[in-house]
């Protein structure tokens, strides 16, 4: 199935419960701008090479559009779609006031040097300067681009358009960004796994976790969990899986992967499995935090968890999801669980539009109250009409967004 069908689909189903009429439908599922566009660029050996860049910009009816920016070997127009569209949920399920895009160039940022990757960030702003803007879409980091891409694109756009550091989140601290975004959608996963687990009157250091990828929203999940005193038994990234079933030490763990270029490759206290073993270990809660379309029909089977946190976005097939409801597993769904990264970027753009600088408590603070008011909502909902967390979820996003397409017109 591609990306955008299944974010459709749960789209769907939550219109059905809303009954809305199909006009509205059509309107909310239409992105109102998709660009692609050509990024030419020199590498090093002085070969050039065309790349591809895409932005769409699905809804703005609660507020500018917002959204990362993912360098990635998949990206294409269907996949960036589909985020965008996500993204509008996302925001919105978290009364942040924004709608939502998504962007990227289908490239693979490993096998780029950094004045590589420097020259197509730059290349792919020359290109869509004009369509992004503090008041109309502000794009983020996401996978394949961090902080130091950040502030290339805003040194871009500011050549263009003046002074504006609010044209962009997630930028280095130095430059404008916040104290906390870096960590905050690893920090916001811990939150709500700590949330999930209180309604279910389950305890942290009864709780087996098991975490799927170890990059900026993996490790710090795993940070905060640890430190929360779940139980975190297995860790994995792109080099496989580690495996401690009496628990992981997550500091050495962290210290680890920062002494050897953010791997875990030869950790030394753990047993080591496949990456896909990962996800069907014998644990209480399991937290897909890589790449999307991790649980599909093929291994749902074997996947035992009965709490499944999802970090990344999409990493549970539709069919897959239908197989794990009927079977009662509780899945916190991607646009709440991985909220709390664009959270902060709202914090950024505030304080950027302020000129007004946040310490970091007032930062975790903040994220702590707006992630435990979607949770509750969320939760209540699910409560009142005995819905799964994603239909909850969607059914809160979507009621959001049709209500502010009415109240200003179309
Ligand atoms: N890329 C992140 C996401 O998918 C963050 C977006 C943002 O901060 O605008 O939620």
Known sequence: MKAFEATELYFTRAADHLQLDDSMRKLLLTPKRQVQVQVPVEMDNGELKTLLGYRVQHDDARGPMKGGLRFHSDVDLDEV?????LMTWKTAVVDIPYGGAKGGVNVDSRSLSVRELERVSRKFIDQIHDVIGPDTDIPAPDMGTNAEVMAWIRNQWEKYHGFNPAV?????????????????TGRGVGILSFKLLRRLGRNPHETRVA???????????????????????????????????DGLDIPDVLRYSLDHQGSLEGYPHAQRL?????????????????????IHKDNVARVTAPMIVEAANGPINPDADEILEQRGT?????????????????????????????????VRQELDSVLSTAFEEVWQESQQHKISLRLAAYVIAIRRVCYATKLSGV
């Open 274 to 294: 496949s990456n896909e073993a990962i996800l069907e270990l014998d644990v209480e809660m399991l937290i897909p935090a890589a790449v999307g379309g991790v």
């Open 81 to 85: 779609r589909a985020l965008a569209t």
């Open 168 to 184: 962009i989140t997630g930028k280095p601290v130095e430059l404008y960004g916040a104290k906390g975004r870096e960590e905050a």
């Open 211 to 245: 975490i799927q990828g170890f990059g900026n929203v993996g490790s710090h999940a795993a940070k905060l969990l640890a430190e929360s005193d779940f139980n975190v038994v297995a860790v994995s990234d792109i080099s496989g899986g580690y495996y401690q079933p």
């Open 330 to 362: 509780i899945v916190l769904p991607d646009i709440l669980a991985n909220a709390g990264g664009v959270t902060v970027s709202y914090f950024e753009w505030v304080q950027n539009r302020q000129h007004y600088k946040w310490g970091l408590d007032r």
